[in-house]
């Protein structure tokens, strides 16, 4: 059975930080790329940040470059997503997904969002 499991989220003030965790089980984590997505209240989810699976690759939503940073361990199958320095429009239900490198960095560009896997979410609440 595949499965995404998202971890990490918490409750923090303005300028804090938290590392989510995307665990993978179920398929070789070596196939896909991984995705964070986050959807806020009443609005469309959008892409955060993306690391391919076959040249390591890292990519970041305008809003988050500088602050989220993303990379894989694949001993323990899972991406972590590093946010520094979080502000209140970061609060949202993050997401992990995974598929091939294009349809991952599509979907951060807004490409597309069928991804094949997605996880349930960790909510993130940045206080002000």
């Known amino acids: 059975e595949v499965q995404l499991v998202e971890s990490g989220g918490d409750l923090v003030k303005t300028g804090g930080s938290l590392r989510l965790s995307c665990a993978v089980s179920?398929?070789?984590?070596?196939?896909?790329?991984i995705g964070w997505f986050r959807q806020a209240l009443g609005k469309e989810r959008e892409g955060v940040s993306c690391?391919?699976?076959?040249?390591?690759?890292?990519y970041y939503t305008d809003s988050v470059k500088g602050r989220f940073t993303i990379y894989r361990d694949a001993a323990k199958t899972t991406v972590y997503l590093q946010m520094n320095n979080l502000k209140p429009e970061d609060t949202a239900i993050y997401y992990c997904?995974?598929?091939?490198?294009?349809?991952?960095?599509?979907?951060?560009?807004?490409?597309?969002?069928?991804?094949?896997?997605w996880g349930k979410g960790t909510p993130v609440t940045v206080s002000s």
């Open positions: 997904a995974a598929d091939s490198p294009g349809d991952v960095v599509g979907a951060l560009r807004g490409i597309k969002y069928s991804l094949k896997y």
């Open positions: 690391i391919t699976n076959n040249d390591g690759r890292s």
């Open positions: 179920g398929f070789s984590f070596d196939d896909y790329a």
